[in-house]
């Protein structure tokens, strides 16, 4: 787990539907490493149905044409180790030891049985025709989670991260989703999320603006 995650109430879940999940994200909720489990946290969404790319978000656009992004469905079929190799030392070193073991990110992408996620945005690299970045997703009709992203970390000055992120935010919107999950805001180290619009923030209660967020 993360340094910056906390949370406010875990649930587990029975029987669960699409209609459930979306309906316990919508309360703040988001699905976890354990299979139907649910914590509350401070949470940040992206409203697709009023987003509009800014000068930013199109500026990291015209930076990173060489990236594309796709979604696959999970669990994986055909699974290839370096997926696991490259999470595992992203985490470790963008966060610490024991963060993220290369065992729980294969389970998380292969083994349904012991995982919640559904879906995996994969960014290729076009120039070499590699696949250099992934994120372990949920998505139903109408949202989206952005969950657990990692990549090869000699493209981080690259702005890989970031458009990862954001063109994964733009098939979400053609598909039609409404809401955009980015995972916890808790401290200052969550602010590259603020890079989208219109965003809000759940306090443990309720949904609110993003102007009004603040951090421990």
């Known amino acids: 787990m993360c340094p910056s995650y906390h949370y406010w109430q875990k649930i587990i879940l ?13 309360q703040g909720f ?14 940040l969404r992206v409203d697709l149905k009023n987003f509009q790319l800014s000068s930013e978000n199109r500026r990291i656009l015209r930076k990173t044409r060489d990236y594309i992004v796709s979604l696959e469905p999970l669990p994986l079929k055909e699974y290839d180790w370096r997926i696991h190799k490259v999470g595992a030392g992203f985490y470790q070193k963008r966060f610490g030891e024991n963060i993220f073991s290369a065992n729980k990110i294969k389970e998380l992408i292969v083994d349904s049985k012991k995982s919640s996620f559904n879906c995996l ?6 120039k070499i025709s590699q696949d250099i970045g992934w994120c372990i997703s949920f998505k139903t009709k109408n949202i989206f989670h952005y969950a657990y992203p990692f990549y090869e ?6 702005n890989l991260g970031i458009s990862m992120m954001l063109k994964t935010l733009l098939l979400a919107k053609q ?3 409404r809401y955009f999950y ?4 808790w401290d200052k180290r969550a602010k590259y999320k603020l890079q989208f619009s219109p965003q809000e923030f759940f306090d443990g209660q309720n949904w609110q603006d993003v102007k009004n967020l603040t951090f421990v």
């Open 30 to 43: 988001v699905l976890t490493r354990l299979k139907n489990e649910m914590h509350q946290i401070k949470g």
């Open 153 to 158: 970390l000699k493209y981080f000055k690259n």
């Open 14 to 26: 029975k029987n669960p539907n699409p209609q459930t999940i979306e309906e316990k994200y919508n």
């Open 182 to 185: 980015l995972g916890s805001v």
């Open 175 to 177: 598909s039609g989703i």
């Open 121 to 126: 945005a994969v960014a290729k690299d076009q």
